[in-house]
Nanobody
Framework: QVELVESGGGSVQAGGSLRLSCAAS????????MGWFRQAPGKERAFVSA????????RYTDSVKGRFTISRDNAKNTVYLQMNMLKPEDTAEYYC????????????????WGQGIQVTVSS
């Protein structure tokens, strides 16, 4: 059992920034890869970014590359998603998740999920 709690969402204008945080309860946080997904109204949950257990490998979906940065602080059991140059297309509910194996981009590769947090970007 791992509990994930997201924070840092909200509403911003296009071009603005937000930083999402995801705090994990588990003692073995450092052994899990962590990912961020998002789901916009009427769309499937989609991969955004992921980071390896040590933080040495990161992945991004093409639409956020160069604008978003994923990072983690294993001492704090927390993963972050820094979102810059936000666009209305980024509007979605964002979820963090942990994976025990590899660095998957599919949601089925993740065992535990946060409750989701809303990000709204206006033009």
């Amino acid at each position: 059992q791992v509990e994930l709690v997201e924070s840092g969402g909200g509403s911003v204008q296009a071009g603005g920034s937000l930083r999402l945080s995801c705090a994990a309860s588990g003692r073995t946080f450092s052994t899990y890869a962590m990912g961020w997904f998002r789901q916009a109204p009427g769309k499937e949950r989609a991969f955004v970014s992921a980071i390896s257990a040590s933080g040495g490998i990161t992945r991004y979906t093409d639409s956020v590359k160069g604008r978003f940065t994923i990072s983690r602080d294993n001492a704090k059991n927390t993963v972050y998603l820094q979102m810059n140059m936000l666009k209305p297309e980024d509007t979605a509910e964002y979820y963090c998740a942990c994976s025990p194996l590899g660095l998957p981009v599919g949601p089925l590769g993740y065992d535990y999920w946060g409750q989701g947090i809303q990000v709204t970007v206006s033009s």
